[in-house]
């Protein structure tokens, strides 16, 4: 699948305001969809299943006030100094800890790397492994965050579908054994964007071959903590542990505006992935790095997140019972056991473009799918977000959607 056809292509990346042009990867490194959206989607008038924000009543705010004043009052300005690029030494301890308590993984600190958010480990995953015209392997449909930052390192994409359970296995092997790609980035607990974990047989499946090949695999995590049930199928990381590059994020449980995230690499990927961090940015917030962790220790990270996932299971029963109750026949979603998405699927001719226009007309925002597909398909899908909005907004909002879908997809 070559680059050229990514469709939400950069169209201001022609020329700077001098008139000299701009580096040739500006243009093949699509906008972000969903950002322009949400200029149109901001007014509080609007039920917006567009935007992919965790719910801000379960911001632990005074807990979070408390931790800051703590770490000002006790130890302000070491916490305001520059630091190491690694990050702070008992938040990596922390992560690593977790690893082993949740999944069974054995990871040293010095194999976490904090990041800021875990958006930056993908940018910096490029950088060390990606030459351009490399392939990388992606699911179908793929994060868009993803894709618009390997764009930046003009890769040659190679989508591989997703069923109800993980990659379509004959696809996937197909691609690894074919296309020796660089990377296989996946999403295997509650994807962004359709929703789907990938089941224990999908994930071993993966691995026996991915094991055969030298393909780095980028393991993104950033929903793991949020399955519904609490329980996950082992990482691909637990499998693969030195091929495998696992990505977290304190974005959903703790708060998106710190901006942390983390990589936990094997240690030779680790020295590269410091080396293109220093050249970045030296090193993540550190006063965000000493609040978290300082939060960390003052309160119980598993109970809080005990409350997001019981509130997430709550909106997302609602929105999947409301789907029930409005969609016309011919519309399929998918069944999240976690994470903050809905995946629908239009009748076959029926255009999500068309959808989303009609149901802002409603004051309902959906996000079409086409940004997530690398080769410019997709455009029968829609994604919807159920964290943002409580039960009742969500049954109004789907209410609408309904009409509109039943109006044009006949
Ligand atoms: C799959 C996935 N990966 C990474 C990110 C980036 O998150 P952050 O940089 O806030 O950790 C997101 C954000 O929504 C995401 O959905």
Redesign the pocket.
């Known amino acids: 699948m070559q680059k050229d056809e990514i469709t939400i292509q950069n169209s201001d990346a022609g020329s700077s305001a001098v008139n000299c042009p701009f580096a040739r990867r500006m243009e093949r490194t699509p906008k972000s969809f969903i950002r322009e959206i949400l200029k149109v989607t901001e007014s509080p008038d609007i039920i917006s299943f567009a935007g ?1 924000l965790p719910n801000p009543s379960l911001i632990d705010v005074d807990g979070l006030a408390q931790a800051a004043g703590d770490v000002f009052s006790t130890d302000g300005r070491t916490a305001l100094q520059y630091s190491t690029t690694e990050g702070y030494y008992p938040l990596r301890r922390f992560i690593a800890e977790r690893y082993k308590k949740r999944l069974g993984l054995t990871v040293s600190p010095d194999e976490i790397l904090i ?8 940018d910096l995953i490029g950088k060390i492994l990606i030459d351009p015209g490399n392939n990388v392997v992606i699911e179908r449909p793929g ?1 868009l ?2 894709i618009q930052v390997f764009s930046l390192y003009e890769p040659v994409f190679v989508p591989v579908d997703l069923g109800p359970e993980g990659p379509d296995m004959e696809s996937f092997g197909t691609a690894i054994s074919k296309y020796t790609p660089k990377l296989f980035y996946g ?1 295997p607990n509650s ?2 964007p359709s929703g789907i974990t990938y089941s224990k047989e999908h994930r071993k499946a993966c691995v026996e071959i991915l094991q055969e090949n030298c393909t780095v695999v980028v393991e ?1 995590d ?2 793991g903590e949020l399955q519904f049930s609490g329980n996950t199928p082992p990482p691909l990381k637990y499998y693969l542990p030195e091929q495998t590059l696992l ?6 449980i703790m708060a ?1 505006g710190m ?3 983390w990589v936990c690499a094997p240690r030779p990927m680790m020295e590269q992935l410091v080396v293109a961090k220093q050249a970045s940015d030296l090193h993540s917030n550190y006063l965000s790095q000493r609040i978290a962790s300082r939060y960390l220790e003052e309160n119980d990270l598993d109970a809080h997140i005990a409350k997001i996932r019981s509130a997430y299971s709550s909106q997302a029963g609602s929105m999947i019972a409301s789907l029930q109750e409005e969609m016309p026949s011919g519309v399929k979603w998918t069944q999240p056991k976690g994470g ?1 998405f809905i995946w629908i699927t239009l009748p076959a001719g029926c255009s999500s473009m068309d959808v989303f226009s009609q149901a802002l007309k409603k004051q309902v925002a959906v996000l079409p799918g086409v940004p997530f597909y690398v080769d410019g398909s997709g455009t029968d899908t829609l994604r919807l977000n159920f964290s943002n909005n409580d039960p009742e907004r969500i049954v109004e909002g789907i209410r609408k959607l309904g009409v509109v879908i039943r109006a044009l997809c006949r």
């Open positions: 992919g990041t800021n958010g875990s958006q930056q480990c993908l994060y965050g993803a999403i994807q962004n993104d950033a929903y990505t977290g994020s304190f974005s959903k998106p901006r942390l995230g903050m």
